[in-house]
């Protein structure tokens, strides 16, 4: 098993969450795109020893934990398309991604929202889905960095059929639900209410879930698709408790935040963003740079050792299964 591991922004807590995880989870199966100095630096503040795999892509003059700047914004590009470069090359079957700094990132030329969206370019595949998988919750995303208000126009019968589809065969190839279920998201309070509070459930959302389970039927006979599902209730039915008694295996949420909060409030500490549909297995913290904790020894790097944890699980699962 080979796991590329990228530094993200190393003017944020990227470098201490690596090297803390690393530390204390191992990482011989772990190579780290970064800059040797700074994990380094991050590790003896911390304590623990050094990742010991470095692919030193940066050796940066200036440096200060929490103050991006041209050059860790350039920096953390250089780090991704490194990373990916080996991904393509067949080098890696995992990559674990440390957040970056979005506007140094712009600044430095990223014509990304995101990472999902870049791998997505880089990787030349047609559709991704983004999921955050957590111990309790497991929500895919519709859409995803869009305003609200542009939200149902970007809704539509093809596109969210392949989020549903790709959704289901996640559960069963990566994360080893033989009978997945997945419940769709309704869009509007109380699932539009016979048309009452909008019409996007009638005329998108029902002919989506149809899709699916027709392209479902064949290659995942064992799926139930479910839905619209009432907002308010369906992430309640879709949290696992200790008895495993969940109705709902993963939820499809129709945006950003209806989605990203109740699994913030379930597995705030331990949720996994997750990109489907890639050639090869990526997951990433769920949580931004933190330049306010940059440098001080604080962040926690459990998130991030869930995701390191995650990543290794599905590529010795699709080992099985092949």
């Known amino acids: 098993m080979r796991i590329g591991v990228t530094l993200g922004d190393p003017s944020g807590i990227g470098p201490e969450i690596i090297a803390a995880a690393l530390a204390a989870g191992g990482g011989a199966d772990v190579i780290v795109y970064g800059d040797r100095r700074i994990l380094d630096e991050a590790a003896a503040k911390l304590g623990v020893a050094p990742p010991t795999s470095i692919n030193e892509v940066t050796k940066l003059g200036a440096w200060t934990p929490g103050r991006p700047s041209a050059s860790s914004g350039r920096a953390q590009l250089e780090y991704l398309e490194a990373a990916v470069a080996d991904a393509r090359a067949g080098k890696l079957d995992a990559l674990v991604t440390a957040p970056i700094h979005k506007a140094s990132a712009i600044a430095a030329g990223f014509a990304f929202p995101g990472h999902t969206e870049f791998l997505q370019e880089r990787f030349a595949v047609e559709r991704v889905t983004m999921m955050f998988a957590g111990p309790r919750l497991k929500v895919s995303l519709a859409t995803i960095h869009l305003a609200l208000a542009d939200v149902p126009r970007a809704l539509d019968v093809a596109s969210l059929a392949g989020t549903i589809v790709q959704t289901a065969r996640a559960l069963a190839h990566d994360f080893a639900i033989a009978a997945p279920r997945v419940a769709v998201a309704a869009l509007n309070p109380h699932a539009g209410e016979s048309g009452h509070f909008g019409d996007e459930e009638s005329r998108v959302l029902i002919?989506?879930?149809?899709?699916a389970r027709a392209e479902l039927a064949g290659a995942l006979p064992g799926a139930a698709i479910t839905g619209p599902h009432v907002p308010d209730a369906v992430f309640r039915d879709a949290l696992a408790d200790a008895a495993g008694g969940a109705r709902h295996d993963a939820v499809v949420a129709m945006y950003h935040d209806q989605g990203l909060?109740?699994?913030?409030?379930?597995?705030?500490?331990?949720?996994?963003n997750v990109t489907l549909g890639l050639p090869i297995v990526r997951t990433s913290p769920d949580h931004g740079v933190a330049h306010d904790l940059a440098g001080q020894g604080r962040a926690r790097s459990t998130s991030f050792a869930a995701a390191l944890r995650l990543a290794r699980q599905i590529v010795a699962h699709r080992a099985r299964k092949k």
Request: aromatic share 6%.
């Open 261 to 272: 909060i109740p699994v913030k409030l379930a597995d705030f500490e331990e949720a996994v």
């Open 207 to 211: 002919p989506a879930i149809e899709r």
